[in-house]
């Protein structure tokens, strides 16, 4: 389901509103994921707190959106772009590539509760093929 | 099927108790059809479903959504139950409304996205951990009879 050029300017639109408050949100969705799908801090086992609002969180949170924000001014070659983290992920990190799903939902609910009005059923849908298609090129190196 | 804490049954009453059916019903369903498209199959007979702005209109996408969120009602007000609660409908849309089972999860994610959307930061991660573990047990229970 490939990025129509639509998609891309709604998604840039959208992300000039949420990049202010990009921290924030990377944070809060890193904490739904953990309480909401426990079985995902298997990936984080080294952490001594894996709370909402903690400091790993709050910090990898940030790490995770910011990487995020990046894949926004490259979706014209998600699978290039993102070419070293997909490594990362796939041989080091070694994160089953469902888990991009669910992360990916957790941000979808952050969004709407932190943008109500913004996060329209339009916006929604170009957000979610952009996770979507990110998470593919994610996934690209796994094998 | 599933084990409630009792902070868990009140939980997810005190999220359902303030939640409008009449107006988060159609939210959500519209959302779904706008969101995945493909979903509109199943609703050939409902009219105009051509934009978003169609499909936020049509009454009878609305009506629907209505329809959809007093099913979940049940399951609210039969927690303990939730299985048997669904039997009936579970082999409705298996055998006679050939629904695909996926469906059910992602009308729960979209469901939960409208809530959250209502509730702002009220819906903290520990309320949607338990809310998703409810939608977990009622697409479970919807998909029963599919085998």
Not at chain 2, 102 to 129: C, M, S, Y
Request: aromatic residues 10%.
């Amino acid at each position: 389901m490939s990025l129509t050029a639509k998609d891309k300017s709604v998604v840039k639109a959208f992300w000039g509103k949420v990049s202010g408050k990009a921290d924030v949100v990377g944070a809060e969705a890193l904490g739904r994921m953990l309480t909401a799908y426990p079985q995902t801090k298997t990936y984080f086992s080294k952490w001594a707190d894996l709370s909402p609002g903690s400091d790993p969180v709050k910090k990898h949170g940030a790490v995770i959106m910011g990487a995020i924000g990046n894949a926004v001014g490259l979706m014209d070659n998600l699978v290039g772009g993102l070419s070293a983290l997909s490594d990362l992920h796939a041989f080091t990190l070694r994160v089953d590539p469902g888990n991009f799903k669910i992360l990916s939902h957790n941000i979808l609910v952050t969004l709407a509760i932190h943008f109500p009005r913004d996060f329209t059923p339009e916006v929604h849908i170009a957000v979610d093929k952009f996770l979507a298609a990110l998470s593919a090129a994610l996934a690209d190196k796994y094998r | 099927m599933a084990d409630w804490t009792d902070a868990e049954k009140s939980t997810i009453s005190a999220v359902w108790g303030q939640v409008d059916i009449n107006e988060v019903g159609p939210l959500a369903l519209g959302r779904v059809l706008i969101v995945y498209p493909w979903t509109q199959r199943y609703f050939g007979s409902f009219g105009d479903v051509s934009t978003a702005a169609a499909i936020m209109g049509n009454p009878k996408v609305a009506a629907h959504g209505k329809v959809v969120c007093g099913a979940l009602d049940k399951a609210v007000k039969n927690m303990g139950n939730i299985l048997a609660t669904y039997k009936s409908l579970s082999e409705t849309h298996a055998n006679k409304l050939f629904v695909d089972p996926d469906n059910f999860r992602v009308l729960a994610d979209v469901l939960t996205i409208v809530i959250a959307a209502k509730f702002g930061a009220a819906f903290t991660p520990e309320i949607q951990a338990t809310w998703q573990k409810f939608m977990k047990v009622v697409v479970a229970a919807m998909s029963s009879r599919y085998f």
